[in-house]
Structures are given as structure tokens and as C-alpha cells.
């Protein structure tokens, strides 16, 4: 007797929505951080591994973020802006309750690359640890929160400080 089914079925989905990234440093002289905010646009690809239940997502995602324009110390207007390409691979856990409602869970690893950045440091690659909810309503419409934790110190110097980033994403997509 089988517990699970598999399907051959996938789900293209095409989204964009909100983006928060927020770097942050820790050691023994701490430097101040700094928060973005902007969008991100986002293709992926669900394969439904467990009939309803499971499927793994893997997808392109591309955010374009900003801190606006802040007066430095001799009072010139300066903005941070930085540009990430990001293929999250997730899990996507959950319940269908009828043909035009499902939720869900993600948790998976994001593997973020830093296309363009107004600062120079570190390093450009990243490795995030995800989770997130969502919903599919109406077959076609899909909202998703996430939380992804940056796993890999950014600094490239021997200071003792560690640089992570982490990032919270609200957004839709229209599931095909």
C-alpha cells in the first residue's frame, strides 16, 4: 500500500512584490548596518513530488532595493542601492482544502549572488536559509510571506566582524 503519490504535474508561476533586506554586523567593534527596501520579480517552477502535499520550487528571483536618500556627515543626500539575483530551491508543504483554496509552508536554501551595489565590501555570494506561508486561491493566484537568514560571513577582512543579511519578501504571482 502506497502513502504517497507521485505526479508528473508542474505549475509555472510568474510573481513580484515587496522586498526588506537588512545587513547586519556583529564582533567586537559592531559597525552599523543598513535596511533596504524594493521589489523583486520572480519566476518559478513547482513539481509536485507528493499528490497535494509536497512539491519543490525552484526559481529565479531578482530584487532591486534601495535605502533612499539619507544626508551623509557633510550633509550630501546619498542612497544605498543594490541588486541581488537570487535561485531559491524550496519545499513547499501543504493543505489543500478544495479545488480553489491551498496553504502552505516553504523552508528551503536561497543561494544569492550580488549583481550591483553603491558600497564596496565583501563578498557577493550568499547562502540563505528560508521559510515562508502562502496561499493558493482560485488556482492562479498565489501570496507568499518569506524570511530567508544569510548563512555566510560577507567580510572579506580579518576585523573580527561578521556580516550576515537576512530578508523578509511579501508578494503574488499569478500560478499558470
Do not use: W
Request: proline share 2%; glycine share 12%.
Amino acid at each position: 500500500m502506497a502513502f504517497a503519490t507521485i505526479s508528473a504535474s508542474a505549475q509555472l508561476s510568474i510573481g513580484a512584490g515587496y522586498a526588506n533586506s537588512n545587513t547586519v554586523h556583529k564582533g567586537d567593534m559592531p559597525l552599523a548596518g543598513h535596511t533596504l527596501h524594493g521589489f523583486y520579480a520572480k519566476v518559478d517552477y513547482g513539481m509536485e513530488i507528493i499528490d497535494d502535499f509536497m512539491d519543490i520550487v525552484p526559481g529565479l528571483r531578482y530584487s532591486i532595493l534601495s535605502s533612499g536618500k539619507n544626508a551623509d556627515e557633510k550633509g550630501e543626500k546619498k542612497g544605498i542601492g543594490e541588486q541581488y539575483l537570487d535561485i531559491p530551491v524550496m519545499a513547499d508543504l501543504g493543505y489543500e482544502f478544495d479545488d480553489d483554496f491551498r496553504l502552505f509552508a516553504l523552508v528551503g536554501p536561497t543561494f544569492s549572488f550580488r549583481t550591483a551595489s553603491t558600497l564596496k565590501y565583501g563578498k557577493k555570494c550568499d547562502l540563505l536559509i528560508g521559510l515562508g506561508i502562502g496561499a493558493d486561491i482560485c488556482e492562479h493566484l498565489r501570496i507568499t510571506a518569506t524570511f530567508d537568514q544569510g548563512l555566510l560571513n560577507l567580510n572579506n577582512e580579518k576585523s573580527g566582524i561578521r556580516t550576515n543579511r537576512n530578508t523578509v519578501s511579501l508578494g503574488a504571482a499569478f500560478v499558470f
